[in-house]
């Protein structure tokens, strides 16, 4: 009988290979200066470097990372960027986290297939707004400045920045982010724990999640297997990014990045 895991109506096979073909080049996963490159385009805005970037590793690890980038390249015509944005949409429909098909309606867009418009862009950094969704309910969660797209933790309110006084002046300025808890962080490690190739690692890590103190145990076995420590993180950065997208896609918003330039 396949082993794997239910993934909303798909079934994964439990043991992925780890290495993809990407432009006829077949990679194996992620080093960390192929991530610094990626990370380091993205915030240069460089498309013609993301794009070239993107060819060092496996896409499926790095799609909501680099999602909106790879839109942003296509809407620009970057040389390549179409072909990314159908490897990224491919790689979306295959995974199918959530959130994924939100930034494969954004790739859609930008390849002028959209079905639908897309909600209001937000220029929002996912990986902050999804440390305010994860957050503890009894002291986090915080909001959004729609006119910037920062994201303000509720404890900012405590130092004295008046930020209180302009929600009061300007309530349609502000959108309030709720904090959700972990529980969804805890099925990130079930589910990565269904990828460890490694059985008797996936076993030391399914008896470190059991009970309180289930997160902090999780890590200290992965702090032994710097390899696996780097893929779940990877892993559970794109599921929280992506978790993140879904819920600003419900409060009718989307992602949305600065536009890449070309290096002169």
């Known amino acids: 009988m396949a082993r794997g895991r239910a993934e909303g109506s798909r079934w994964v096979p439990r043991h992925t290979p780890r290495w993809r073909v990407t432009f006829g080049v077949v990679v194996e996963g992620w080093g960390e200066d192929g991530l610094r490159a990626v990370r380091g385009a993205l915030h240069a805005q460089d ?3 993301l794009l070239a970037a993107l060819r060092r590793g496996p896409v499926r690890e790095v799609l909501q990372l680099a999602g909106d980038g790879v839109a942003e390249a296509t809407a620009r015509g970057l040389p390549g960027a179409v072909e990314m944005a159908a490897l990224f949409l491919g ?4 995974r199918g986290f959530r959130g994924d098909e939100e930034l494969a309606d954004r790739l859609r867009a930008a ?3 959209a079905a639908s418009p897309l909600p209001r862009p937000l220029t929002v950094d996912l990986e902050m707004l999804a440390t305010l969704l994860e957050g503890d309910p009894a002291e986090s969660g915080g909001r959004i400045d729609l006119s910037t797209g920062e994201c303000w933790p509720a404890f900012t309110d405590e130092l004295g920045l008046g930020l209180e006084a302009e929600e009061d002046d300007e309530p349609e300025r502000w959108l ?4 959700l808890g972990s529980r969804a962080g805890y099925r990130d490690m079930e589910l990565f724990i269904d990828e460890v ?3 008797a690692l996936a076993d030391r890590l399914r008896s470190a999640i059991g009970g309180r103190g289930a997160f902090r145990r999780f890590k200290d076995v992965l702090a032994g297997d710097e390899r696996s420590r780097s893929r779940y993180h ?7 990014r992506g978790r993140a997208r879904a819920w600003l896609a419900e409060e009718g918003y989307c992602p949305h990045s600065t536009i890449f330039v070309e290096p002169s």
Request: proline share 4%; aromatic share 8%; glycine share 8%.
């Open 197 to 199: 190739e490694d059985a």
């Open 234 to 240: 990877r892993f559970r950065d794109e599921r929280q």
């Open 176 to 179: 309030y982010v709720p904090a």
């Open 91 to 94: 790689a979306l429909q295959e």
């Open 111 to 113: 390849t002028g297939d």
């Open 47 to 49: 498309g013609v470097a």
